[in-house]
């Protein structure tokens, strides 16, 4: 007889598990996380958020891909970065209670995971390992885009 397929939520589960953000979370405290969570759904071409709009909330990308984007001096769209399954997105407005820095659209349909602030803040030590996690998180890409930024000076 064969094991039954794992129901959704389970499957959320191991998701979560992988994601970044969420490391070192035990499976209660996965579980916890996603209680808080509210699914969304984006058709290819639609807009996430625009830069400018207020951040109370991040997504943890399930499905698809998205595209984060700012408007050049040309007014033309340049993309920053993309966004795939198990990657986190709004996480730096969340954190600093501020406007969106970029704008971010849907290349392809997708399924997304969101997180408001004021449900995370209900639960301060899960809140606590979350934004530790997301400090981290933070300034990797720092160093990164400071990394890219030497190359660029110096090309």
């Known amino acids: 007889m064969s094991n039954p397929a794992p129901n959704l939520d389970e499957l959320l589960l191991r ?4 994601v970044r953000l ?6 209660n405290d996965l579980a916890s996380l996603l209680v808080l969570a509210q699914k969304a759904q984006f058709d290819e071409g639609q807009g996430v958020f625009n830069e400018g709009d207020r951040g109370e ?6 499905s698809g891909r998205l595209e984060v984007f700012k408007a ?10 993309y966004i795939e399954p ?3 997105v709004g996480e730096m407005s ?14 392809a349909p997708s399924v997304a995971l969101s997180f408001f602030k004021n449900s995370l803040d209900q639960r301060p030590a899960l809140a606590a390992q979350v934004y530790a996690n997301m400090a981290r998180l933070l300034a990797r890409r720092l160093a990164r885009t400071n990394q890219e930024l030497v190359t660029l000076r110096e090309s």
């Open 72 to 81: 050049g001096a040309d007014g033309n769209p340049v993309s920053l970065a």
């Open 22 to 27: 969420f490391e070192g979370l035990g499976r």
């Open 15 to 18: 998701l979560l598990g992988g």
């Open 86 to 88: 198990g990657d986190v």
């Open 57 to 62: 909330w991040m997504f943890v990308l399930i």
């Open 94 to 107: 969340l954190l600093m209670n501020s406007a969106r820095a970029a704008s971010v659209r849907a290349t």
